[in-house]
Structure formats: C-alpha cells, structure tokens
C-alpha cells in the first residue's frame, strides 16, 4: 500500500563514543562571526519553552531574530501549564543518579524507540538548564537549609525532580519570558504575537519563510528569514479533548509536512494516567492532576463491582485493589504513564470503575495524610488540591480523588536529525513539536528538560553551523515562492468561509476526537484503525460541506481560526492512524492489542520495528494520496534492547 | 440550568459597543462559564449571528488570557480563580448575569470580550528581568536561598498576569502587577545586582501606559486570581524609595 523506503534518512550522529559525541561535535561545529550574526534573520514560530529560550538565546548572541506566537502575549504559551517539575541529572540527593541513569531511564521509559545520542546529549545538559533557570530567577522548592529540593517522579528509582510549587511550567516559562523579553527590550528579538504561521515558504531547496496571518487584523503577510525554527507545541487536541490548552494545534508542522518535512512516529501520543475524569458532553477540555501526586497517593479501585456504587470511605482496605501496587510492586504508583494509563483503563474495562460511567479510579491520600499530616500534603500539592475542588465540588483532604487517563502530550512530530534540522535544509525543530528525545513514551518532567534543552544549550550550537554556508542568501519575498504560498493561503482561507453550511466546528471536531480515542487510543488493533481510517475521509468531507464558519477574513475571526486548525486535525488524524496501522508492534504507549506479553504488557518487534517511522506527504487528488514511508533504523551501540519491567 | 445574560458586544476597537441579551437555557451547572459561552456561541452560529468573541487558552486558571468582568467583578463572584474557573453552579438558577470585558484605558477592547493587554508586557520589558546570559550561569547550588525567601518569592512570581488587578482599581493602577514582579525578583540574591535600575524602570514604564496611582483600596487583591497579597505593594513602594534615594545619593 505504501512505498517503504529504508535507511535513506541521515540521522548525522556523530561518531565516537557516547559520552564524548556531543562535546566532540560542539567542537567541530562551523562558527558565525560576532560582527556577521546581525546579517541574519532567524524566523521562530512558538514562544512556549523551547522557542521562548530558542529565541532569547539567538538574540543574545546577536542574531536578529522575528518570533510568533498565537497567544496575546509570549508569556502564554502552553507550557505554561506544566504543574509537576522538571528532571536533572544533578544526583544533589545523593541516590545515586547520573547522567547515564537518566539517559537509561529515558532511553527505557521511551521502550527503545528513540535515539541513543540525542537523548544522551539531554541528560548531558540537564544540569545546565538548572543553573541557567536558577540564575534567572526560578523559585524553585528548596529546603531549610536553603539547598534546592527534589522529589520522584514515574519511571525513575532517583529523586532527580526540580520544582516550583505545582507550577513549574509556569516559573520556567516566566523565566524564560523575562530573557526574552530583555532581548526585545535590547532590539534583537522582535515578537509577533496573535500572529499565526499558516505555510512554510521553501526556496531553492531551503526553508526561507513563513507566510503569517494576524489574528487580531487578518492581515496576511510573507516573512523572510535564513533559517526558520518551529517550536510550536504538540498536537495532543487532535483527539477534541486533552489536557492542552484550546489553540494548541497541528498547524504549522502539518502544513510544513505538507511542503516536504518529515512527519516521524505521528502514533506515539502520550495518555496521563491522572486527569479529572471526563463529566458531560459540554466539557471543552480535561484538567490534569500532577503525576507528583503518585508520590503520595494511593490508587485503587474496588476488588468487586458490586462495591464501585458505595462511599468509598465505606469500602474496607480489605476489599480494595491496590492494581499498581499489587502489579509492579517495585515501581507501584509511580509506574511510567504508559503502563498506569492502561492499567486503570483494564480495571474499569472489567467494571470495577468509579464515578459517572464508571471511567474513573480512586487516588487516595487518607495514607499520606495519617503518616505526613494535613499540612504537609497541603504545603505539597494545595494547589492541585483547590482545582480538584473548583471542579467537581469535592474535598480531596476527606474523600478521595477520582481520576482517569486523558490524552496529554505527543513524541511525535516532525522528523529531525542530531542538529535538530529537518529533512529540509533550514528547518530546525524544537520542543514538543520534534519527535526525537522520547521515544514511544516521554517520562513525566522531561518535556521541560527537552524544551529548555533544545532552546538553551542544543539549537544555539547547530544553527549557526548551518548558516555558515548560508551568508546572504536570504531571498526577497518578491519570489515567486512566497507569492504562491500566500496565493495558497488565502485560496484556503476563502474557501472555508464559503462552506456556509449549518454544523458547528467543534461538533467535528467532537466526533473526530471520539473516533479516535476509540480506535486510536489507549489500545489500538488492525479492525478499529482501518475502521477509522474509512470513517476520517468521510467525517473531512463532511467538514467541507456542513461546516459554517461566519464572517470575513480581514477582520478578528475566532471561528476562522479555529476552522483552520480543525481542517488540518481532520487530515493529520489520517496520518496518525496510517502509522499505528503500519507500526504492527506494541511499544511504550502505542499499545496494538495484537502483541502483548501473557500478563498484558507492550510486546515490542525490535528485529522489525526498532525504526523511527518517518512519513513524506504525497499530494492530494480529491483523497489525501497514501504518504510515503521512510525509515530510519535505530542504532543501540550502548544499551542492550530488553522487556520493559516495572515489576 | 437557566440564565438571563447581558454580554458587551462592539464590533472593533473604534466602534460603540452596548450589553445585547440572550437567553441561555439547559445549562449543565457543571460547565463552566466559558464552556455556557461555548454553548451559547454554538446555538448563535446556528442561528445565523455573529458569536461572541472572547479570549481564553489553557482553561484551568493558569495562563491568565481570559480577561471578564463577570456581574461588575474581574473574574466573577468566585474568588480566587480566573473566569475560566467559575462555574455555572456558583449562579443562582434565573441568575441575570452580565459579562464585560476587562476596563481600562490602558487595555483597549479589540471586539467584544477580548482586550489589549500589550501594555504589562512592556512593564516586563522595561526591566522585569535578571540579565543572565545563556551559559554563564554559576552552579546552582552555589547560590542558596533561604527557604523562606524561596517561598515568598515564590508567592510573587505565581502573578499569571491577566491585569484583573488593574481592572478592579478605581484608579486603573498596575501596581500589583508590578510589585509581584518586583517583589519576585528583589526576594532573591539573584536579583539583587539590578534591584535598582529594575524597580525604577518598571515603575517609569507602568506610568509612561497610563496606569494610575494606588491609594490602598485593595480591590486589586480581592480579585487576584493567584492570591497575590497586596503587601507585595507596600513591598514595591520601599524598593522604589530606596531606589530613588540610592541614586540621588550618587550610588
Ligand atoms: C497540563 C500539562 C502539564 C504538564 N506538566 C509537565 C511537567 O510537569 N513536566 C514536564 O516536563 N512536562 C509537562 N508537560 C508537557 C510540557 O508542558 C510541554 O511538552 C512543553 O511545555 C511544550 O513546550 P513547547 O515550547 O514545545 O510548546 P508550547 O509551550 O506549547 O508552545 C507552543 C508555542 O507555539 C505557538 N504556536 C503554535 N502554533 C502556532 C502557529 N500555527 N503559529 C504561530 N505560533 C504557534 C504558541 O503560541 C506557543 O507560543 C505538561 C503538559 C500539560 C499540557
């Protein structure tokens, strides 16, 4: 069905050994002179972690720099909403941790589908990320002695976890908004916010522009740039409800995938096992709860179904399953998401749920508070606690939490090599929006490690190797292939605003995220991919004959922007399924019902699949035309591939 | 649930905008107020109407984009928490609710509920920062911070910068907006170096946007969605004459 193309991906990993790649290669990188960095103009879309520090660190180092975001303010971006903290090699308790134990960890929790080098290199610099985050202000959580503070998170035996209350995301951000806003203030980052990347511009082989769309005006405008850097989040809405924020989207990567880029392991999307259990067809979003709260609370459901109905505080400890504990006794509650997510989906699958529907488990902190006190939990997670509260009306300090698992966070995203380039010359990605550090499952914290990474201390280095060869070849956006790609734009833009049908975006929207949390969630299997696989072009011709998006173009047009995110979702989500479909194996939290071990777990294929499945847009002809695969294999020169164990 | 609702529409930011009602019926009290607007912009659009414009991201209180003036209060009857967090069962069923956007001068209206806010980010701009280059930090626990500080400054930093502030003042004062941040960075042996030119600064930029003066009211705590304690005001005031005496003794 597909055209396969094997090994003609150039991962360019540096040879040597592990330890020394990422220094070796530093010290060989090509070099931009101080007095020629002002030449250039470098275009980053996304102002969240990874291209909020991207783009204040380009600046600093003289690089004239344009940066967008959709928000109204750069300070807005979805990382914002991070809660649990951020992993660092730093082993300041003493616990025995390193940078090769976290490098492992990645490297496992991910079931060896990421690269042995990047994610390296990651926990290489994660202890830079906090001396620079400190520097600049972070409060991080410290203790009486005025030492930084840690605490554990899944899939790790270490306490190697930094944080700032439950608001992480939230410090790092800021922290990362204030250097950026020093370099506007100092002339070398000019922002755009509310401005929109809506196509990717490629001249002579190179990514050379972006062509944008003002939300607040509806003004169009082509940008020329030397290089352009996407670091526009994750796609996790693609599925209606996630935990991301409303406008976090697939646009600009998939439009990149649409003028060549790579789009690698699209299937791998992460499921967090502690989110506010879904409530009514109304809800527009799901809230998570910190993995951070695994560290204290107890999940469990009842052991029968005749139970699931009573108070909990009624049911005795006796008639209680402890499902993590009893399953993976040495990893309990702070078993990796991919595994807690499926494990709470099994118990309510046999009926033992709770709450409305019965999708719903206990996380239960009477333990914690008898052992630890009130307080102590209050001064650990009080915040997590109020939104509980706000919420659903209940007091999680007197009856216990009910959570369930909701679609979170992507590893896939576009392909890229060691130097964070795509397939296309000039196309640099960071952040949530690559695909590289993760593997088939992202460890909780380490997606701020990787934004942060990437921003900091990785694109800083690889760019300018890139531009070197590149001194005054930026084009003017008189050329005919800005002209197109603004011609293709509006052309879209008119054509949504002339459905002028009678259904509703998000009730689209709606269907194509149940549709694929049936059949492309959790657990996935041969008969459901392919059944929606047959159902997502119909529900896309739907979308272009029923939908009606009200108002112009030239104007603030809500509906307009969301019609466009949606219309890309309705064809990526093709994308998604093609890849779980083709990816015939179970790995981390692309879990194919087909291959499991006796006990349940993800069997991996590694003699077939230990590759990064990377796809090539093949046009469109009344359907989207099946997408070309290209693979890369997976190179373990250091760990030794094994079955996952949590046990 | 029920409701009577009385929403400020304008057109564009030159237009005149007035309260237009509607009625909202079979609400789930479990939605959220955004998620009525959801509902209710869904039936307009059905209805052949213009919806309702209004801003909102991360919808759990976090990223302060939501910017409404629920029944005369910034952010709604229910604090602390941003209006993305108020939800319909807080009303009384029949409840006449009237949502406005955020006013002040220094925050033009865009269209209908959504704002111009520009001008906090230029208050940051102006000096909200540590100027610590990328690479040059020291390690990280060769700095120590005492655990109380930590925590104070903590309680600064967690401003989501929404300008609820701002808009509950009488006199449209950024005042504690620009005290968390202040407070935030001048708790930290970090920040020292900078102390003065930053609360300087940022005090010039908050006037050169048009904010006014505080004169202790304390609406602007009373609405803060992050709990910002308007002591960090008094905090910014002593950091500012202190500021102001250092450079006029030549320091
Ligand atoms: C609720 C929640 C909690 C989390 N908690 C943790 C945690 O505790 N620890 C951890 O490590 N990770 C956590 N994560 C994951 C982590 O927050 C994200 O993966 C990470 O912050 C992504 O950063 P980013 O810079 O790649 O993207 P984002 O922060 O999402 O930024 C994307 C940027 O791109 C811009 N953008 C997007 N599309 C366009 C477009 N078409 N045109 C112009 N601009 C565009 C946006 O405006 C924004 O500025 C959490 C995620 C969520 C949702």
């Not at chain 1, 990605?429 to 593997?439: C, L, R």
């Not at chain 1, 499952?441 to 921003?455: F, I, P, T, W």
């Not at chain 1, 047009?557 to 990816?583: K, P, W, Y």
């Amino acid at each position: 069905m597909f055209v396969i193309m094997i090994g003609d991906l150039n991962s360019h990993t540096p040879h040597g050994p592990l330890d020394r790649k990422w220094t070796n290669h530093k010290d060989h990188a090509r070099l931009v002179n101080p007095n020629n960095r002002r030449k250039f103009e470098i275009i980053v879309v996304g102002s969240g972690l990874a291209g909020g520090s991207a783009a204040a660190t380009l600046g600093e180092l003289g690089y004239r720099v344009k940066c967008f975001c959709y928000q109204d303010s750069p300070r807005r971006a979805h990382s914002i909403a991070a809660q649990g903290g951020i992993n660092a090699a730093k082993n300041y308790q003493n616990d025995g941790d390193s940078i090769y134990r976290l490098f492992y960890d990645t490297i496992k929790g991910g079931d060896f589908r990421s690269r042995e080098a990047n994610t390296y290199r990651l926990a290489e610099v994660s202890g830079n990320i906090i001396d620079q985050c400190v520097a600049q202000g972070v409060p991080f959580a410290r203790e009486y002695s005025g030492y930084l503070a840690n605490r554990s998170f899944g899939g790790a035996q270490v306490s190697r976890t930094f944080y700032a209350r439950g608001q992480t995301g939230q410090q790092l951000l800021l922290g990362c908004y204030s250097a950026l806003c020093r370099q506007i203030a100092a002339g070398t980052v000019q922002m755009f916010p509310q401005t929109e990347m809506l196509d990717l511009v490629i001249v002579d082989g190179q990514a050379k522009g972006i062509v944008t769309r003002s939300l607040r005006t509806g003004k169009i405008e082509m940008v020329a740039g030397d290089a352009v850097v996407l670091a526009t989040g994750g796609y996790g809405n693609v599925f209606y409800l996630s935990t991301n924020a409303r406008g976090c989207n697939v646009t600009a990567t998939y439009r990149a995938y649409k003028k060549g880029a790579l789009f690698a392991n699209p299937c791998f999307t992460q499921i967090h096992p502690t989110c506010i259990p879904h409530a009514g067809d109304y809800q527009s979003k799901l809230t998570l709860m910190s993995e951070s709260l695994r560290n204290d609370g107890r999940v469990w459901v009842p052991k029968g179904k005749e139970d699931c109905a009573k108070p909990p505080n009624e049911i005795p400890h006796t008639e209680r399953d402890y499902y993590l504990e009893r399953k993976y006794p040495s990893y309990g509650n702070l078993s990796p998401r991919d595994i807690a997510s499926r494990a709470a989906k099994e118990v309510c699958d046999e009926g033992r749920g709770v709450g409305p529907g019965g999708r719903g488990v206990y996380l239960d902190f009477a333990d914690a508070i008898k052992r630890l006190g009130q307080e102590t939990i209050s001064e650990r997670y009080g915040n997590l606690f109020e939104v509980y509260e706000k919420i659903t009306g209940e007091n999680a300090y007197k009856v216990p939490m009910r959570i369930y698992p909701a679609v979170h966070y992507t590893m896939g995203g576009l392909w890229v090599d060691y130097n964070l380039m795509s397939n296309v010359p000039g196309l640099f990605v960071v952040g949530e929006a690559n695909f590289s550090d993760h593997g088939a499952n992202r460890l909780g914290a380490s997606a701020l490690m990787q934004g942060l990474a990437d921003g900091y201390f990785v694109l800083p280095y690889t760019l300018p190797n890139y531009l070197a060869g590149q001194v005054g070849k930026r084009p003017s956006i008189d050329r005919p292939e800005f002209k197109d790609a603004e011609r293709e734009v509006r052309a879209k833009i008119d054509k949504l605003l002339k459905i002028n049908g009678n259904r509703s975006l998000d009730s689209i929207h709606r269907e194509l995220g149940e549709l694929l949390w049936n059949k492309c969630g959790m657990a996935r299997n041969k008969a459901g991919l392919e059944e929606a696989l047959e159902k997502i072009p119909k529900l896309r011709e739907k979308f272009w004959r029923e939908v009606r998006v009200p108002g112009d173009g030239e104007d603030f047009n809500q509906s307009l922007e969301r019609a466009g995110r949606v219309a890309d979702f309705l064809e990526f989500a093709e994308l998604l399924c093609i890849d779980a479909l083709t990816r015939d194996e179970s790995c981390g939290a692309h879990f194919r019902e087909e291959h499991q071990t006796p006990d349940g777990e993800a069997l991996r294929d590694d003699e077939n699949f230990a590759d990064v499945f990377a796809w090539e847009f093949q046009g469109a002809n009344g359907t989207l035309n099946p997408p070309k695969l290209h693979r890369e294999p997976l190179q373990f020169e250091t760990v030794h591939l094994t079955q996952r164990s949590y046990k | 649930m029920n409701f009577r609702l009385r929403v400020w529409r304008q057109k564009d930011r030159k237009s005149r905008g007035r309260l237009i009602n509607y009625d909202a019926t079979d609400i789930p009290p479990q939605a959220s107020l955004l998620e009525m607007l959801d509902i209710m912009n869904e039936r307009l659009l059905l209805r052949g109407e213009e919806p309702i414009a209004f801003d909102s991201d991360c919808r759990e209180g976090i990223c302060g984009t939501c910017s409404l003036t629920v029944n005369g209060e910034a952010h709604g009857p229910d604090h602390p928490g941003a209006a993305c967090e108020l939800y319909m069962r807080k009303f009384k069923e029949g409840e006449t609710i009237v949502i406005e956007p955020f006013r002040l001068k220094s925050f033009p209206i865009v269209k209908d509920l959504v704002i111009d806010r520009s001008a906090l980010d230029r208050i940051v701009q102006a000096g909200g920062f540590i100027s610590a280059r990328t690479g040059s930090a020291p390690e990280a626990n060769s700095i120590l911070v005492p655990k109380h500080d930590a925590d104070v400054s903590m309680e600064a930093a967690a401003c989501i910068g929404c300008g609820a502030c701002a808009a509950a003042c009488p006199n449209a004062s950024a005042m504690l907006f620009t005290a968390a941040k202040v407070s935030h960075l001048a708790t930290l042996p970090q920040g020292e170096t900078e102390r003065v030119r930053r609360v300087v600064s940022m005090v010039h930029a908050m006037d050169a946007e048009g904010f006014g003066n505080c004169t202790n009211i304390y609406e602007c705590e009373a609405v803060c969605p992050a709990e910002i304690s308007a002591s960090f005001i008094a905090k910014l005031n002593r950091e500012y004459s202190r500021a102001t005496l250092k450079r006029s003794s030549g320091e």
